[in-house]
Structures are given as C-alpha cells and as structure tokens.
C-alpha cells in the first residue's frame, strides 16, 4: 500500500514544471495589468507563484541636432524610450499554464514563456 502512495506522489511530482514568464513593455500601466491577471488565473489554479519580480527599467535615449544643414546655433533635441519588465516564475503542470495565459493580452505588452530546467 505505502509502494502505491510513493508512485502516485512520485509521479505528480515528475508532472510540475518550473516556468519562467518574461513581461516587457513601454506602458507601466498595462504591464501591471496582465501581470496581475497572470498571478490571479496562477492563484486560482492553485499554483505555487513567485513574482512579480521588477527588473530594472531600461532607457533608449538618442540626442540628435535640430537643423538638418548645420547652420545656425546647435541646438539639440533628446529623444527616450522606457522599457519596463516584469518576470513570474511558477511551478505547475504544462497544460495548466496553456491554461493560465490563454486570455487577451494588453497591446504592446510582450510576453515569453520559458520552462527552467
């Protein structure tokens, strides 16, 4: 009896996974809105969850003159794209995370599923 309860746990620990959803945007709000929704859907499955973790937020800045030609006083425009990343690790079977992030995602919200080995 106690060989069959070791098999069955054996193998339902065989069956969870550990997943790796990488979040990038340009918009804060909208990336904490399918972020909250990930870990709500996580939650409801009952899974264990682990984030949203914030990584540091990456600036794209270029500095370009104003007049094309050169001429005139140097005066310089300054252009700057914020990229925000949100990451969730969670530990659950593959078809409950199908499951999980099969709903809309925001527009211009990327989002990566990786299994961690």
């Known amino acids: 009896m106690s060989y069959e309860k070791e098999k069955a ?13 990488t ?8 990336l904490e809105k ?3 929704e990930l870990i709500g859907r996580a939650k409801d499955h009952k899974m264990t969850v682990k984030g949203p973790v914030r990584m540091p937020t990456k600036f794209l800045r ?4 104003k007049t094309p030609n050169g ?11 914020r990229i925000h990343k949100r990451v969730i690790d969670l530990e659950a ?7 999980i992030t099969a709903f809309n995602i925001e527009p ?8 961690a080995a």
Not at 23 to 30: A, Y
């Open 93 to 99: 079977p593959s078809n409950a995370v199908k499951q």
């Open 62 to 65: 270029i500095s370009t003159r």
């Open 108 to 115: 211009g919200v990327e989002v990566e599923v990786t299994v």
């Open 23 to 30: 979040m990038s945007s340009r918009k804060v709000k909208q």
């Open 9 to 21: 746990a054996g193998a339902e620990a065989i069956q969870l996974q550990k997943f790796r959803i």
């Open 34 to 36: 399918v972020s909250s």
């Open 71 to 81: 001429e005139g006083s140097k005066t310089w425009d300054s252009y700057e794209m």
